[in-house]
């Protein structure tokens, strides 16, 4: 990764070009995704907060005491491509087995969300200070340059509606930032000047202190529209969407594929940032027990809510760059400090009424970072199964929310049709169906140019009549349409 720079200087005046900027080995991206080497790279990440009971989480404290060859070996093993941390200060133990075990990372770092004035000038020289931080531990952790293993920085996480409020509202005369590799364009408000500035800051001092750089995107939310925080003006845009809140995403008009309110909501943020990778930064259930609200389920409805979260991102109608299953382990140590949550001071126990704290794909529980046992959920193993290359639609497939193939009659009629015909199969492909909650029922190997489906599933047994997805798989190509079974 090299940088080629031309400083011109003609009197008091100075301006510097730079004619190339190469990023880590092989990556690049496209309007829709990154990619690896020219192929179409979709994230498949698992977000990882590694303290275990005993250790003290916070801003500036490494997860020291991890086992990360057993965490990145359980993380592999799902299939996932892709770890992703937000903590600026990862251990050498953390990038040495995420090498170890072939998965890239993406390098977040956190800053305080809740503020009321963004463009304050200590703030903003406090959360460059950790940028540098954050970038100098990675090109040196434990004497080792990992800038190679990053696929891109995600500078800050879900800045409250409040403070943006707040920040624009004390500067309205900020209306756009000119940075030297990130710019927030004329009409922009002051937060999102916020975060170009530390964005280009960002890439400026890596670029000048080890000739390299990399993507850098801002995680938002969809509580925040893009109309108070456009983020298009980075190189990727990321968003948390959780399919439960806020409560308008229960009811929001149906996606292309799977018809649910979710993938609704994400092929139209995909269409409004259609030039940019769109990246779901954050999905996922809590399990808490005593369910403190409607947001939590059982660890068995997490399993299937996953998959079918998954199944909305990787039949968008136009390719999305993947997605981030939060999280890998359970908090244990989160405080939550709001009246909907009462148990505040449970920083050292898994508190069973703080959905913050039971998030994980695999329970932590123990006493200290020498005596825990780690306990795969159901959603550990859904993970596996969405990620894995029969499931999912690949790093390298060509995705259709149309067909190359037909299903008729649809609707079918369990009781009048019995049986359905996929035609205009290519030979040699796969037909594969799935419930909307990404549970695949049925399986066949196609050689000829049609096949005929008796409406049975695997065990022989007549399948519930609902909405279905059929998948094709024809070589490097995947498409899907949308089936209907009626009674």
């Known amino acids: 990764m090299k940088l080629v720079i031309i400083t011109l200087l003609c009197g008091c005046l100075s301006s510097t070009l730079w004619a190339a900027t190469l990023l880590p080995t092989g990556i690049g991206k496209t ?89 304050n000038e200590t703030l903003k020289s406090q959360i460059k200070a950790d940028i540098k931080a954050m970038i100098d531990n990675f090109h040196n952790a434990g ?104 409560d308008w995403m229960l009811t929001y008009q149906g996606g292309s594929v799977t018809g ?3 993938q609704g909501y994400i092929e139209d943020m995909k269409t409004y940032y259609a030039a940019k990778p769109f990246y779901i930064s954050e999905f996922g259930y809590s399990t808490a027990p005593l369910k403190p609200d ?26 999305l760059a993947g997605g981030t299953v939060f999280n890998y382990q359970d908090e244990w140590w989160t405080q939550a400090n709001t009246a909907a949550w009462p148990s505040v001071a449970d920083e050292d126990e898994h508190a069973q009424d703080d959905r913050e704290e039971w998030f994980g ?54 009781s009048k049709d019995e049986a359905m015909t996929f035609a205009n199969m290519s030979g040699k492909s796969k037909l594969q169906i799935y419930t909307l909650n990404g549970e695949l029922v049925y399986s066949m190997d196609i050689t000829t140019d049609h096949l005929i489906w008796n409406l049975r599933n695997y065990y ?12 094709v798989t024809a070589g490097d190509n995947i498409y899907w349409q949308k089936i209907a079974i009626k009674p």
């Open 31 to 119: 309007d829709n995704m990154l990619t690896m080497n020219g192929e179409d790279f979709q994230v498949k990440s698992i977000y990882l907060l590694a303290w275990l009971p005993g250790e003290n989480p916070g801003i500036g404290e490494q997860p020291l005491q991890a086992d990360y060859n057993e965490i990145m070996s359980n993380i592999k093993a799902t299939g996932a491509n892709t770890v992703t941390v937000l903590h600026a200060l990862m251990p050498a133990a953390f990038y040495q087995q995420a090498r170890a075990h072939g998965l890239k990372i993406i390098q977040g770092i956190w800053f305080t969300q809740d503020l009321v004035d963004f463009q």
């Open 143 to 246: 004497g080792v340059d990992y800038s190679e293993d990053i696929i891109f920085l995600n500078i800050g996480n879900e800045l409250g509606e409040y403070g943006i409020n707040t920040t624009n509202n004390a500067h309205p005369g900020t209306t756009s930032y000119t940075g030297n590799y990130i710019s927030a364009p004329a009409g922009s408000n002051a937060t999102e000047c916020f975060l170009a500035e530390i964005c280009d800051y960002a890439v400026t001092y890596e670029i000048n202190t080890y000739g390299v750089r990399h993507y850098v995107s801002h995680s938002t939310w969809s509580q925040v529209s893009p109309a108070l925080l456009d983020t298009g003006f980075l190189d990727m845009v990321s968003y948390n969407v959780y399919s439960y809140w806020p």
């Open 260 to 262: 649910t309110p979710y």
């Open 294 to 319: 409607t947001a939590c389920v059982s660890e068995q409805e997490q399993a299937d809510g996953i998959k079918a979260r998954w199944l909305d991102i990787s039949t968008a109608k136009v390719p």
């Open 361 to 414: 794909i695999v329970k932590i529980d123990g006493t200290s970072s020498s005596n825990y046992t780690v306990t795969k959920k159901p959603a550990y193993y859904a993970v596996e199964d969405m990620y894995t290359p029969a499931v999912s639609t690949g790093p390298t497939a060509a995705v259709s929310a149309g067909a190359s193939f037909w299903a008729y009659p649809n609707p079918c009629s369990k």
């Open 460 to 471: 022989n047994n007549k399948v519930a009549y609902g909405i279905y997805l059929a998948k």
